[in-house]
């Protein structure tokens, strides 16, 4: 009998765009996912489910790039000697490097390639990233007595949320993390973006969380969930128990921390910050909030899409925590998040907490940011990156 439909009797679902089809099999590219990711991603974006032969086929047909067919050995040593001339503190490794050129140009360059012209470029680099290798010591200097501006700091805190599984939820500069307000909008800020309220929300103990706790805990009621008796919806640890995040930021640290506090202090050492002058400090914590927000961005990007390694007794997945966060059911998992309306973030932002989202997460007076904004643009509104960030300033100054 003659198949007049045409079709195979495999319903593959709706096939998105041309346009929308090839920038999503591009970021997949970008993302550096597996061939069963990037199959999986497809039907949980488009509700397209396809196979490998016909995901080859779309490859070839919208000229994704691919590690098989990598960019001359030319354009390649340049791009990588790029990435490891803004690595001041020599500490990402191929891998690294293969991932933040695929994320920023699109290029996927095979990583025993990026680790020749890394070891080629800097061959005592891959001596100081060896397992075990001890750090050298501090050379300490002459101590000093505390004089005036000595007690005035200048910081950038971070606040972030991670899953069990590794994903980070949500990552983002504060003006002052030591504010029960400040931090009670973070986690509503979470809760926002994520679309939901965790099972269980651990943190340390302080007393700027305790807005949090509180907020969780009444999401938690009006979710209709158990009691407080029955499994509690917040626990409070000491930050040495508190793994899953704590132990993040020494990989931040790695990623780019290190080299942004270096610069930093290299600036400041240099004379070009200004620390007895308002308009200097208003400008520095403008411009390098906005700075080191980027760049905790593409850690987010960075840490959430990169396979853990092999471990014997490691009881979660090798799998990248997206993916885990993602499709648990495939490792044997259940997703536990509860929805949570938009508007009822709103609500709570109007009712349990004293100060608006604005006023704690204003880093200078409205009237400087307005001002600085207008320069920024006068000047051509040049890229953030840290090792642009005090050329910015001076020149915005």
């Known amino acids: 009998m003659v198949n007049e439909a045409g079709k195979n009797g495999v319903n593959n679902g709706t096939k998105p765009p041309d346009e929308v089809l090839k920038t999503t099999l591009h970021d997949f590219a970008r993302r550096q996912l597996s061939i069963d990711d990037r199959l999986a991603e497809l039907v949980r974006l488009h509700g397209y489910s396809i196979k490998k032969s016909l995901l080859k086929t779309l490859n070839n047909k919208f000229e994704v790039p691919s590690v098989r067919k990598p960019p001359p050995l030319p354009v390649c040593t340049a791009l990588v000697a790029q990435k490891m001339s803004e690595n001041n503190s020599r500490r990402h490794g ?109 943190f340390d103990g302080g007393n700027e969380t305790g807005l949090m706790k509180a907020l969780q805990q009444e999401l938690w009621l009006l979710a209709d969930k158990l009691t407080e008796l029955d499994r509690p919806s917040t626990v409070t640890l000491k930050s040495t128990d508190n793994i899953p995040i704590e132990s993040l930021w020494s990989y931040w640290q790695t990623y780019a921390g290190q080299n942004i506090k270096e610069m930093i202090l290299q600036g400041n050492a240099d004379g070009l910050f200004a620390p007895g002058n308002p308009n200097h400090v208003n400008l520095f914590q403008w411009l390098w909030s906005r700075i080191v927000q980027l760049h905790l961005d593409e850690f987010q990007d960075h840490w959430n899409t990169t396979p853990r390694r092999s471990q014997k007794f490691k009881l979660l997945p090798m799998a990248t925590p997206e993916m885990i966060f993602f499709y648990p059911e495939q490792y044997d998992m259940l997703h536990c998040g509860t929805t949570v309306p938009a508007e009822l973030v709103k609500e709570l932002r109007a009712t349990h907490l004293n100060k608006t989202r604005a006023e704690v997460m204003e880093w200078v007076p409205q009237v400087f940011d307005q001002l600085v904004r207008d320069t920024y643009e006068y000047i051509g509104s040049p890229g953030l990156h840290y090792t642009t960030g005090w050329v910015t300033l001076t020149v915005s100054s």
């Open 94 to 202: 191929p891998t690294t490097i293969q991932h933040q050129i695929a994320r920023e140009t699109g290029i996927p360059i095979p990583r025993d390639m990026v680790r020749s012209i890394a070891h080629t470029i800097d061959p005592e680099g891959a001596e100081l990233r060896f397992p075990g290798k001890k750090t050298p010591f501090k050379v300490r200097g002459q101590l000093k007595a505390v004089g005036p501006m000595e007690e005035v700091h200048l910081g950038i805190p971070i606040y972030g949320f991670c899953d069990h599984t590794g994903k980070i939820l949500h990552l983002t500069v504060i003006p002052n993390d030591r504010k029960e307000d400040a931090i009670g909008h973070v986690y509503l800020d979470f809760v926002e973006s994520t679309g939901e309220m965790p099972v269980q929300l651990t």
